[in-house]
């Protein structure tokens, strides 16, 4: 006899708390030994910061198990272990920085904000009844999502050659992480309801099925909103993920290969164009194909950025199991260490073996996600579910690629790892509605699954045309 529901939803949430607790042991156990390595004793702030991580952590599990009781038991795992691993690192790189540069710790910071995070995952955990309720307002979030894409433009002053933040009193707030999710949103909606046109009415060229010209105007638009935003904010990784998501969402709907084609090469020509004119986006491509270049004293004199090259120093001397916790120098890269390099600190203290394992932890929280849209029968639900793993794919992609000299550099903050309130807080909101989507992916798989109590009377009618047989 086959298991019941009520069975499977407690087998699955019993795994999800032991996977979260180990989790969260991880990462205290990274900052002890970190500790122990760099000041021969345990930092006198890991107690408070377990405290809080264990509170957070227990209080989103009690969450989805009130709230969403047959959600993926991983989901949560993964990005609990995922940030106890971003505040370790920053909490091992804070007394290097302040000895070489004098730096505040961040640590505290990134805790603070991991707490918001959390409350902000139980929020919406708690009230967001169903995903489809998102697609009612898609419109109206776009539209606010591009306010908010196009407001760092308005203020004054770049941070680091960018301009993607709006200075507030106190802090900065990075709005394209926020966008991301509501321009999936968006997408999910627009393509459930015109997925018909984009599919079926077009032309072969070459034995490529390519769009109909009045159905490329979307395409059109994202590209030249992409090219916008990298032109007047300088942000090449915002525009990469944006223009991303969009071309891999609409193949996911139309199954037509010609809109990845047509997509590429939208985005290699525009590429082309503004990294050949855009003095800051040219200056990372010749950056990315000539990292030593910045060691000649010539280089060195007009202030060339140096961190491309201190980067591959880092993962070279990291080796395969690396320098041990606490043994390296990763605050050599200078101010990016802490956020979008913060990838070298893996290579350099926990080696290959590390950077393989973190890698392997978001492609398992991708699979995840990619498996929840196979399982879901809604489209909107199956196309948001895709774009969600393919923003978090695409954002790793470019700052794991940056970093390690696969692609240009981008200025994006890896996920759950870097410091940053924005990106902390975004990416744990897109785990939320992940677990929200699972939920509904698992009500529908084992709803399926387990037999239904059958009636005396459909008993006796199936049992008649075996009998008249």
């Known amino acids: 006899m086959g298991e019941t529901t009520p069975g499977i939803v407690t087998r699955r949430r019993n795994t999800e708390l032991a996977l979260t607790v180990l989790a969260v042991l991880l990462g205290v156990a990274g900052s002890a030994t970190a500790g122990l390595a760099l000041d021969g004793r345990v930092p006198a702030r890991l107690p408070t910061a377990a405290a809080v991580l264990g509170a957070l952590a227990l209080a ?42 004098g730096s505040p710790p961040k640590a505290p910071n990134q805790v603070m904000w991991l707490a918001v ?213 990763p605050w050599l890269i200078g101010f990016a260490g802490q956020s979008d390099f913060i990838l070298t600190t893996v290579g350099e203290e926990l080696g290959l073996a590390g950077v393989t394992a973190v890698l392997m932890l978001y492609v398992l929280l991708v699979e995840r996600a990619v498996r929840t849209a196979l399982v879901l029968t809604d489209p909107f639900g199956k196309l948001l579910a895709a774009g969600l793993a393919t923003s978090l794919a695409l954002q790793v992609f470019v700052v794991a690629g940056g970093v390690t000299g696969l692609i240009p550099l981008t200025g994006k903050a890896l996920p759950f790892l870097a410091a940053g309130g924005s990106s902390m807080v975004s990416n744990w909101l897109l785990v939320a509605i992940l677990v929200k989507l699972s939920d509904a992916a698992g009500r529908t798989r084992y709803a399926d699954a387990v037999p239904r109590p059958v009636s005396a009377a459909e008993a006796l009618t199936a049992a008649v045309p075996r009998v008249v047989g």
């Open 60 to 101: 989103a599990h009690l969450a989805v198990r009130r709230f969403a009781r047959y959600a993926d038991p991983l989901i949560l795992p993964l990005a609990v272990v995922l940030s106890a691993l971003g505040v370790m690192l920053i909490a091992r790189l804070d007394p290097s920085y302040a000895m070489a540069y």
């Open 117 to 329: 995070a959390g409350v902000g995952f139980i929020a919406v955990v708690a009230l967001l009844r169903h995903h489809r309720l998102l697609q009612r307002y898609s419109y109206v979030t776009m539209a606010g999502a591009l306010v908010l894409l196009m407001a760092p433009a308005f203020f004054p002053g770049d941070v680091y050659g960018a301009k993607r933040w709006i200075r507030l009193p106190g802090m900065t707030v990075e709005p394209d992480e926020f966008v991301k999710l509501a321009i999936t949103v968006f997408f999910a909606a627009y393509l459930m309801a015109n997925r018909d046109a984009l599919a079926l009415v077009g032309r072969r060229v070459w034995g490529l099925s390519l769009p109909r010209g009045r159905n490329l105007g979307p395409v059109l638009a994202i590209w030249a909103v992409s090219l916008l935003v990298l032109v007047f904010e300088r942000d090449l990784g915002t525009s990469l993920i944006f223009f991303g998501i969009f071309v891999i969402m609409l193949y996911v709907a139309t199954e037509r290969t010609g809109w990845v084609v047509f997509g590429l090469l939208m985005a290699a020509g525009g590429a082309v164009v503004v990294g050949s004119l855009e003095p800051h986006v040219h200056g990372r491509v010749v950056a990315w194909l000539h990292p030593m270049a910045a060691l000649l004293p010539q280089n060195q004199a007009r202030g060339m950025s140096q961190q491309a090259a201190q980067a591959l120093f880092s993962f070279g001397s990291g080796g395969v199991l690396g320098t041990g916790l606490g043994h390296g120098h």
